[in-house]
Every structure is written in C-alpha cells, then in structure tokens.
C-alpha cells in the first residue's frame, strides 16, 4: 500500500476488482477495439497528454518495459509504465515514477470513471472487459499525475489490442514466436502481422531479431506508414556478456555508440536481448544517434543496473535455492532453461509446475523434461488453470511415473519440492548437499503470482 493507503482503500479496491473481473476477464477476448476508442474519446484522449513508448511481442515485453522504464528515470523523465499481467495485485499494472499507484488512487480513478464505464456499456451488444477498463483508467492516472512518457505494454497482438489507440513515438517489438494462436493466427507471419499494428506513422520501430517470416511482416508495415527502424544484429546489439554474481555484465552496441560494462541483475541471454532493446528504444525516443553520440554512460550504467524484473528467474529462498519464472510458453520456458543452467549450475532441480489449459502444454513439458530431475505437478486458483491430474496425465508419458509428483495445492507443491531437491544427498555428494540443489516453479505468470505471494512479503514494485 502507500502511505496513504488504509484497509478501507484495500477493501474498495477488492470490491472493484472483483467487480470488473465479474464482466469479462483477461482470457475471454473480443478482438476489436471499438469499445477502447469509444471509451477514451468521452474521456478526451487522455493517452494523447503524453508522449509513449509502446511495447509487443511474444516474450519479454515485461521486462524490456522495466528497463525502458528506468532508462528514462534515469534521465530525469517522468514515466508512467503500464504492464500485464500482474503477480499479486492489480495495482502493480499502473506505475507512476517508478512506484505502483496505490489504492487510494485505484479507487478514486475507478469512480470518476464509472460513470462513463456505463455511458459506453450501453452502446455496445459486449460490455468493457476488465482489461478496457484498467488500460483506460491507467491512462487516466498518467494524465492526472502528470507524466512525460508511457511505456505500455500491450495485452494481446497489436492492431485490435486496446492499448493500440496510443501514437507512439517508439514501438518495440520483441521476439515472436507463437503463441495466443486461437486469438492471433497460426503462423509466425500471421501472428506478426496483427503485432506490426503498434507501429505508427512517423515513428521509430525498435525490432529484436525475428524470424525471417515475421521480420519481413514488421518491415512492411513499417514501409507501409513511413516509419524508421531500427534491427538487432544490424543497427544495434549485445557485443559481449559475462556471468556475475547476481546476474551478468554486458557490453552493448546501441544506435548511438557502444555501451561497456554494464551490469544487469538479470540472468539469461533473453534479458540482455531485452536490455539493448530497451537502450535502443531510449537513445530513438531522445533522437540519439551515430551523430549525437552515445548516451551518459554511467546513468546507463546507474539504470540498468536498479532493473528488478519479479517473478522472472527471480531467486526468493536460498537452501535450496527457489526460483520463481513466469514462463509460460515453449519460447518462454527454452530461454529461461537455458538461463538456469548458465547461472546456476544446480546438480538437481525440481520443479514445480502449473500451467494455463489453453497453452502448449505438451511443448513446455518436453523441455522440462530433460532439464529437470524430478516434477511436481499442481494448479492454480485461475480458472483458466489446468487441473493437476490433467497436467499429471500428460506429464506421465515424458518423465515416467516415479518422476512425477502431484499436489494440487500450490504450497504443499513448493514443499514437496523442496523435500524431494533436500534428499539428492548421495547423488550430489559432499557436506554441502543444499548449494547443488534448486526448485524452479513456472508455467504461468498466475503460477510465479501465486508462489510470490506465498514466499514473498513485500510486492513486486
């Protein structure tokens, strides 16, 4: 809470999201932007008081968002950052100067903008979704606050997304893969294509480095508006990174000039992709250039290096060591994977896992499979969750019975994990058993919420 915040802020605040979460939540998509539109133009386009940073792309948007994000703080810029899911609490989505409003200002946005919630509704066959509402009432609060910047992430795709009624200055698009295939096309090129829409007239589009197919889908639409672009791998990149203590020293080519050790406390190669993503969208969005030379190197240095990223390989136990990721695709989980083994090194890993019904559950689990010694299969409260003996079902055939361990409860699987990494004694050797042991709990973002509410006290931030 902030400081002004008292239990009957929290209390309103949970009357409200159970309310709007009562019209139609996150997994029930209406793809059209009608709705979004008609609602911001009775609010005066509030989205238009300040200039945007607008983010898509299959995985990493989150995290890139962070560092965006802090990359103008540290140029003395005022930001609002807008991102989803949340981890715990739904105030963690609108964040102003870097601090997640509190419920207070929850409250108080959401009551000036019932009024016009209603005014909308009634234009429409489908009522505003949960997601329409909180975008809207995020732009709102950015423009009451006030703030310079917006960096926002979109919810789904780009085109028909409803934080697509921005004109960004910046779009960032990091990689694609496929993913919401029900929502956004069955190809890589399909799914790009609707992700291209973010891309505005006159702007500058920031592009990680793509699948050919989808690459060439980006650049038409950047053509087809007359925007600029800017590609990893040719106009900017990661030249060299090395593991550190806590995360990874990186040496980045950005459109301005070259970057030297740089610190992130971050692991895997996915986050210093998104780091020179996110120094690539700051140096466009301040017109920074092979001319203008590089940015301040040690405000660079000083941002990136206060980057936290929740519930993203984020270490929150130690003995064993438990981390919680949200991956929750199979690009998602093969680059947090990977990560694991770079950073950590453990000589036995558990996880614990749970997983959205609609996903690539047999995609994630086959790269599970070999990266892990033992499984422990549970669920989450969503109900969009799949149950943990149908998870246990299809993990089965991969790992083998004895292997696979299921509790429904997602606490009495983060225990049964730590039992099962606390007895590889004779398989790791040594006094120090507990050093060589880990616990990985992933498959959603729901899951790594869920698991940081019950191992964590302080919120995300």
Same mark, same amino acid.
């Given at each position: ?50 200039? #945007? ?48 409003? %509190? ?25 505003? #979704?949960?997601?329409? &509402? ?36 910046? #779009? ?20 790009? %294509? ?11 589009? &920031? ?54 050790? &740089? ?28 001319? #203008? ?5 040690? &405000? ?32 998602? *989980? ?20 749970? *997983? ?7 995609? *994630? ?61 004779? *398989? ?14 992933? %498959? ?16 995300? %931030?």
């Amino acid at each position: 809470m902030a400081p002004e915040d008292n239990p009957r802020d929290a209390a309103q605040l949970r009357e409200i999201e159970a309310s709007i979460f009562g019209r139609r939540g996150e997994g029930h998509i209406r793809p059209t932007n009608e709705r979004m539109q008609a609602l911001v133009d009775l609010l005066g386009d509030p989205q238009r008081s300040y200039r #945007s940073v607008h983010l898509t792309g299959t995985n990493g948007k989150s995290s890139t968002a962070r560092m965006v994000d802090e990359l103008l703080r540290g140029f003395g810029v005022r930001t609002g950052r807008y991102t989803s899911p949340h981890l715990a609490r739904v105030t963690e989505r609108i964040v102003v100067d870097g601090q997640p409003v %509190g419920d207070r200002a929850f409250v108080e946005g959401y009551r000036e903008l019932q009024p016009y919630l209603d005014i909308v509704d009634k234009q429409f066959d489908v009522p505003l #979704s949960f997601f329409e &509402i909180v975008t809207a009432l995020a732009f709102s609060i950015f423009a009451d606050a006030p703030i310079d910047v917006a960096v926002v992430e979109v919810g789904l795709g780009g085109t028909w997304d409803n934080t697509n009624v921005l004109d960004a200055d910046v #779009s960032v698009v990091t990689p694609i893969g496929l993913d919401h295939m029900q929502y956004l096309g069955s190809t890589v090129a399909e799914i790009a %294509g609707e992700k291209a829409g973010i891309i505005k007239p006159g702007g500058v589009a &920031i592009l990680a480095a793509q699948p050919p197919e989808a690459a060439a889908e980006l650049l038409r639409r950047a053509a087809e508006v007359g925007a600029s672009v800017a590609r990893e791998g040719l106009e900017f990149g990661v030249l060299d990174r090395r593991i550190a203590v806590g995360g990874q020293f990186l040496t980045l080519q950005g459109l301005a000039g070259r970057y030297d050790e &740089i610190f992130l406390p971050l692991h895997g190669a996915h986050q210093a992709q998104n780091a020179v993503l996110a120094l690539a969208a700051v140096e466009a969005f301040f017109g920074a250039g092979a001319e #203008s030379g590089p940015l301040d190197i040690e &405000i660079v240095r000083s941002a990136l290096a206060a980057v936290r990223s929740p519930g993203r390989l984020e270490p929150v136990r130690s003995a064993p060591t438990i981390l919680l990721d949200a991956a929750h695709n199979p690009a998602g *989980m093969t680059a947090s994977l990977v990560a694991v083994a770079e950073a950590f090194q453990f000589r036995r890993l558990v996880a614990v896992v749970a *997983m959205m019904a609609d996903k690539d559950i047999a995609g *994630m689990l086959e790269l599970l499979e070999p990266a892990v010694d033992e499984l422990v299969v549970t669920q989450t409260s969503s109900d969009r969750g799949l149950p943990a003996d149908e998870l246990a079902a299809a993990a089965v055939p991969l790992f083998g019975a004895d292997r696979v361990t299921v509790e429904p409860r997602l606490d009495d699987a983060i225990e049964a994990a730590v039992r099962l990494a606390e007895t590889g004694d004779d *398989m790791l050797g040594g006094d120090d058993v507990l050093a060589g042991a880990g616990v990985l709990v992933t %498959g959603s973002v729901v899951t790594a919420g869920e698991a940081r509410t019950l191992l964590v006290r302080e919120g995300p %931030g």
